[in-house]
């Protein structure tokens, strides 16, 4: 079975400082990784992803994530955080391989970065 | 590109009554739409996957014949909450994707409130 690891529930930091929002992942077979942000009271929009290739993925709004194959995990990062990156962060994953004609995302617990002034 | 929308944003209902729920896929075909719940500061819990032309498939734990899924076209699915109670009050989010990148695109959420 395939689980994704959210390893901190609420992450508080001050503007302008860096971020690391940690996920770890289990799985038997290769996957896709990705993170999403989710604002108050919306759906989740799509920060990066990481299907192949190069282990260091940018995304939108300087958000950025390494691939760790060894480490089985996916920790997302940003090197200056501002108030506007208040807002809940899921990482999740999609195991490669199974018949059916889809893959389901499974998702971590989530992250609440909280940027304070 | 890649937008979904959802219709309503927000709806309040008696217990007893159907609420419909419609996702959209604006630019884009979607072979695939998923349904998800997410209780308050919780993570999404997929109820059910729903395909073109064909019969949605549920999650274990989800009633099919409470939470009725149509997906009719390429741009369209609807998820109907039938005779609902107030505890299926919650947040309803759909997306749709999957393809060879196996991006999800989510849309808006509707928020339910069952009284």
């Known amino acids: 079975a395939q689980s994704v690891t959210q390893l901190d529930s609420q992450v508080p930091v001050f503007e302008e400082a860096p971020v690391e929002l940690r996920c770890n992942y289990s799985s038997s077979v290769s996957v896709y990784l990705f993170w999403y942000v989710q604002y108050p009271n919306q759906g989740l929009q799509l920060l990066l992803k990481?299907?192949?290739?190069?282990?260091l993925v940018k995304g939108i709004n300087g958000f950025e994530a390494e691939f760790n194959k060894s480490q089985t995990s996916f920790h997302l990062r940003k090197p200056s955080v501002h108030i506007s990156d208040t807002a809940e962060y899921f990482c999740a994953v999609i195991p490669l391989g199974f018949s059916g004609g889809y893959n389901k995302l499974i998702f971590g617990a989530g992250t609440r970065l909280a940027v304070h002034p | 590109g890649a937008v979904v929308s959802q219709h309503p944003s927000r709806v309040i209902c008696k217990s007893g009554t159907s609420v419909k729920i419609e996702c959209r896929s604006l630019d884009f075909q979607a072979t695939t739409m998923f349904w998800y719940r997410q209780f308050p500061k919780k993570s999404l819990m997929l109820m059910a996957t729903?395909?073109?032309?064909?019969?949605?498939?549920?999650e274990q734990g989800v009633e099919k014949d409470k939470f009725l899924i149509n997906h009719a076209s390429l741009t369209l699915s609807t998820l109907t909450v039938t005779s609902a109670h107030p505890e299926d009050s919650s947040f309803y989010i759909c997306?749709?994707?999957?393809?060879?990148?196996?991006?999800?695109?989510f849309g808006p959420g509707t928020r339910l409130l069952v009284l």
């Open positions: 729903s395909n073109e032309g064909s019969k949605a498939t549920y």
């Open positions: 990481y299907l192949s290739g190069s282990t």
């Open positions: 997306s749709a994707g999957g393809g060879p990148e196996e991006t999800q695109y």
